[in-house]
C-alpha cells in the first residue's frame, strides 16, 4: 500500500449496532469512521502520507466488537526520493552480539527528509557476514572481531568494525 492512498476497509462481525470505528496502523490511531446499519460495515481511510515506511499492523477496531487479527502490511512512498543519506558513515560494535541501527533518510519535494530506514525497497548487505550481519531493516550485528562494509542498496556504504570482545553470560 501506498503511504497518502485511500484504503477500503469490509468488516464483518457478528456484533451489531457498532457506531465507531478505530483504524490503527503500526500502533499509531490513522482514522476513527462512524458507522452505521449492520455488519458488514465499510469504510475508507486514507494512509497518512507520514506513515512509517516498511512492514506494520493494520488493526481495526470497533467500540465493542474488540480489535481485529492484524493484518501486516508494506507501507511505501509512490515516488522515489530525491536523493538518499545514510547515516551513521561507520559503526564501532563494541563486542560479539552488539547491535546498531543504520539510518537512511530521503528527501522528498516539499517535506524534507523522511525515515526510510525500514522501507522494503532498501536492500542492506554484508560484505562479510563472518564479521557482522544485517538484518532487512538496517540493524547490524557483531559475529566477530574485525572489520567490513555495509551496503545500502549497492550505491552507499557503511564502515563496520567489531571488537572481537566476548561477553559471558551472566551465571545463574
Not at 477500503?8 to 446499519?37: F, H, N, Q, R, Y
Not at 481511510?45 to 516498511?54: D, E, F, I, Q
Not at 493484518?71 to 558513515?89: K, L, M
Request: glycine share 12%; proline share 7%.
Amino acid at each position: 500500500m501506498t503511504a497518502g492512498q485511500e484504503l477500503t476497509i469490509d468488516i464483518w462481525t457478528a456484533k451489531d449496532g457498532i457506531a465507531m470505528i478505530l483504524v490503527m496502523l503500526g500502533g499509531m490511531p490513522i482514522e476513527a469512521k462512524p458507522v452505521s446499519g449492520s455488519p458488514p460495515y465499510r469504510v475508507s481511510v486514507r494512509v497518512p502520507p507520514t506513515a512509517r515506511m516498511g512492514m506494520s499492523e493494520l488493526v481495526v477496531m470497533g467500540r465493542g466488537a474488540g480489535g481485529s487479527y492484524p493484518v501486516v502490511v508494506d507501507v511505501e512512498r509512490a515516488e522515489a526520493p530525491q536523493s538518499i543519506r545514510v547515516s551513521p558513515a561507520s559503526l564501532d560494535l563494541h563486542y560479539i552480539g552488539d547491535r546498531n541501527q543504520i539510518r537512511v533518510m530521503g528527501s522528498y519535494a516539499g517535506e524534507g527528509e523522511v525515515d526510510i530506514s525500514k522501507s522494503t525497497r532498501l536492500t542492506y548487505e554484508s560484505e562479510n557476514p563472518r564479521v557482522a550481519t544485517v538484518n532487512g531493516e538496517g540493524t547490524v550485528t557483531g559475529v566477530s572481531g574485525g572489520s567490513t562494509r555495509i551496503r545500502v542498496n549497492r550505491q552507499f556504504s557503511v564502515d563496520v568494525r567489531v571488537a572481537g570482545i566476548v561477553v559471558p553470560l551472566p551465571q545463574r
